[in-house]
């Protein structure tokens, strides 16, 4: 009988644009998720979980490096992260555990570093440079728009498949998957969201999180008895707001829940607030008859996509590999869905910044916590260390890198002395048309959060703040941020927030350990400063200077 210690396992699960309170487990009163549910039954959901950024590229980013936006610089969609920034993959591989993708990163490779440095861009290091770390099993980000000046991104594997299925045209993944049969010979586009209830022209099984879910799969039948980490990435619910039959009309307007907005918010709203409210997407979500057809196809998404996972759950189990998966279910950002009248995501409301974290720990040392809620402050670049701890890395050894916290003590009901009072999240507006309109250069259109379990500051430079009480209105429906009232809380939370700018971030070369020991190795080498009398120091110190009188 063998005595080999079974491989451990991670499968990294995330949606796109998924809001923390759209799973049932979670509270909603209409979209049921049975799947997800089951596996916050047997793991930890923490109710307090927030993104480092409220945009697809800038979070993702800080999930794979463990660091604030700030730390690694790529603030935004397009903007690259830098070659030389440490990433997931970079860190399991060194415990025998290869990254591997399937769907989603909003990654921009650092083409101009990679090329002073000489990496080149087909070789393996290349690639992993290129796509955070991660070995591509299947990139996909799932935008693959055409318009007057070319494609966004690069034809897709999956429109391969598609074609090899039957699926005409130079781009199926609009044509068929992201657009529904208009009337005539003509396509109703999932871009314009008048069609979102129309069924995608795609079967069902062809559609994009079907598709990925067996790309995973298939990796995982592939990678045979070697320890993996899968970063399965869905690329939905994200817009295109279009899901094929039956996803398409599951739920209707009877199963909208109440837009969260008052007419005050309006009112001397806070003047980046105020802009992004003027967005084409917001006008749009602003608009009742725009929420009532979208959404029950943003829910009807989220319920194809917690069908998946069953099947990915079983597919687990028949193989025997459940026991040792480490699952992780979250997502890189919410979607306003025209609460406090904005569309998309951007802004710091709960909607947008507070994301699902579900974590399955197969470990018995997790059976006191199965099941459980956790509302301790949780961050996404906590996800880097808790994978490192739960495969049996040094955590406290990279903490000159890593950011985050690991969370397996909370995932094994351990009580944490010293666990963070404060989250963070920040926004670069530089390329939106609210810098524009506000007249606000690049470098000064910056937006920083700073929560607590009570109040939630954002620091706009160049404007006044903003502020809001989550125990007296959850909601975020009054902004405080002007008033003389909370003058004592704004002072206090732009003080935490200003600690937390002071951090060391980017010493990131050398840990904390290694400092320690580095500490007056000099005089061991030779370099004896500030010496008068040889005696004022021991011998040994002198004894590569032979003949220097020693006293």
């Not at 463990?66 to 610089?73: D, I, L, M, T």
């Not at 007419?263 to 009742?288: G, I, L, Q, T, W």
């Not at 690049?442 to 700073?450: E, S, T």
């Amino acid at each position: 009988m063998s005595t080999k210690p079974k491989p451990r396992n991670i499968l990294f699960v995330m949606a796109d644009q998924l809001r923390w309170d759209y799973l049932s487990c979670a509270g909603h009163p209409h979209l049921s998720t049975p799947n997800i549910d089951a596996l916050a039954a047997r793991g930890v959901r923490f109710s307090r979980a927030y993104v480092q950024s409220p945009v697809c590229g800038a979070s993702r980013m800080s999930f794979y490096t463990g660091r604030y936006v700030h730390s690694h610089g790529a603030s935004w969609n397009g903007v690259p992260l830098k070659v030389g920034e440490m990433t997931l993959g970079d860190y399991t591989r060194k415990l025998g555990v290869d990254a591997v993708l399937v769907g989603k990163t909003h990654m921009v490779a650092d083409t101009e570093g990679m090329e002073r440095l000489g990496v080149d861009p087909t070789s393996i290091i290349g690639v992993r440079v290129s796509e955070c770390g991660f070995d591509p099993y299947e990139r996909d980000d799932g935008l693959h728009g055409v318009g007057p000046d070319g494609r966004g991104y690069a034809p897709p594997r999956y429109n391969e498949y598609l074609a090899a299925k039957g699926y005409g045209g130079d781009n199926p993944w609009h044509d068929w998957a992201n657009a529904a049969q208009g009337a005539g010979n003509t396509l109703a586009s999932g871009w314009a969201m008048r069609n979102a209830r129309l069924p995608a022209r795609v079967k069902e099984e062809d559609s994009e999180t079907p598709y990925m879910t067996r790309r995973a799969m298939q990796f995982i039948d592939q990678a045979g008895d070697k320890p993996w980490c899968l970063h399965l990435s869905f690329i939905k619910p994200h817009w295109p707001y279009i899901a094929p039959a039956p996803y398409n009309d599951m739920y209707g307007p009877e199963h909208v829940i109440p837009v969260v907005r008052s007419e005050a918010e309006r009112v001397n709203a806070h003047p980046v607030y105020a802009a992004f409210m003027k967005h084409r997407v917001s006008a749009s979500f602003a608009r009742d008859e725009v929420r009532e057809n979208v959404i029950p196809v943003y829910m009807g998404l989220i319920k194809q996509i917690d069908d998946q996972l069953g099947v990915l759950f079983r597919f687990l189990e028949e193989r025997g590999i459940a026991e040792d998966t480490m699952i992780v279910l979250t997502s890189d950002h919410g979607d306003y869905l025209g609460d406090h009248w904005m569309g998309e995501k951007d802004l710091f409301h709960d909607c947008s910044a507070k994301i699902p974290l579900i974590v399955f720990d197969p470990s018995r040392e997790a059976d006191v916590a199965r099941g459980q809620v956790c509302d301790d402050l949780v961050e996404s670049i906590d996800l880097v260390p808790t994978f490192l701890d739960w495969l049996g890395g040094d955590v406290t050894a990279l903490s000159h890198r890593l950011e985050g916290r690991s969370l397996l003590p909370l995932l094994r009901g351990a009580p944490q002395e010293g666990w963070r009072s404060y989250v963070f999240s920040e926004y670069d507006y530089s390329l939106s048309q609210t810098a524009r309109v506000l007249g606000v250069e690049p470098r000064n259109a910056r937006l920083f959060m700073v929560a607590d379990k009570q109040w939630k500051y954002v620091h706009a430079i160049g404007f006044r703040p903003m502020l809001f009480d989550l125990l007296n209105d959850p909601s975020e429906l009054v902004d405080l941020g002007a008033g003389p009232e909370h003058e004592a809380v704004r002072v206090r939370m732009a003080g935490v927030l200003h600690e937390w700018g002071l951090r060391f971030s980017q010493r990131t070369t050398r840990s904390e350990q290694q400092l320690v020991n580095m500490r007056g190795r000099s005089q061991r080498k030779g370099i004896l400063i500030g010496v008068w009398d040889e005696a004022d120091i021991p011998a040994e110190l002198w004894s590569g200077y032979p003949g220097v009188k020693q006293g």
